[in-house]
């Protein structure tokens, strides 16, 4: 388990890369012409993705378990976006505060222990409205033990969301440049 707390303080955040996730910026000029709504970002760090989503017209709301992320997004966060805000908690244990027509999660999936991952598919479905969409970056990586992150591949988020939710679709998305190749992005849309 990893102390997410002790990590940002020492400085140890490669996976901040200063901006949103590219897959997400495409996502949201591709599909700009949807109406608003709320979108929690589990994990959310410095919230370059949570103001990406507001600046689209969207409450976006970063959730993030390190007091120092949830402060860094806090900082960054200019105050003409006041539609995105950050809350510290623990998304996968709990209790939604609100419903969410997205959740959206950008490597959040490979940062958690595996054992967590049922955990993950049920606070999905907690904290989404029925029919909500949960759109995710997944670092496909090989299955180890030595994360985080910790390795995954298609067919086991297939295997896990698919009972609950629809897959819409899932392509390789524009990555990072030391992860292109390396990310697939799903959506799925919640079944009840």
Not at 16 to 29: A, I, Q, R, Y
């Amino acid at each position: 388990m990893s102390d997410w707390e002790e990590r940002y303080q020492e400085g140890d955040v490669q996976w901040d890369k200063g901006e949103p996730s590219p897959g997400l910026v495409d996502w949201l000029e591709e599909h700009g012409d949807q109406p608003g709504g709320k979108v929690i970002v589990p994990g959310c760090g410095f919230g370059h993705d949570v103001r990406a989503w507001a600046q689209a017209g969207f409450d976006a709301v970063g959730y993030d378990v390190a007091p120092a992320a949830v402060k860094g997004g806090e900082e960054q966060t200019p105050e003409s976006l006041p539609n995105a805000t950050f809350r510290l908690g623990d998304f996968l244990d709990d209790e939604p505060f609100d419903a969410f027509d997205f959740v959206f999660e950008h490597t959040f999936f490979c940062a958690i222990d595996p054992n967590r991952r049922p955990d993950h598919v049920a606070a999905c479905l907690r904290w989404l409205k029925p029919r909500g969409q949960l759109l995710a970056v997944h670092y496909m990586l090989p299955k180890d033990e030595d994360g985080p992150p910790f390795g995954a591949d298609r067919e086991e988020i297939l295997s896990r969301f698919s009972p609950h939710f629809e897959l819409i679709s899932d392509w390789t998305p524009r990555s990072y440049p030391n992860r292109t190749g390396l990310e697939r992005m799903f959506l799925w849309q919640r079944k009840t």
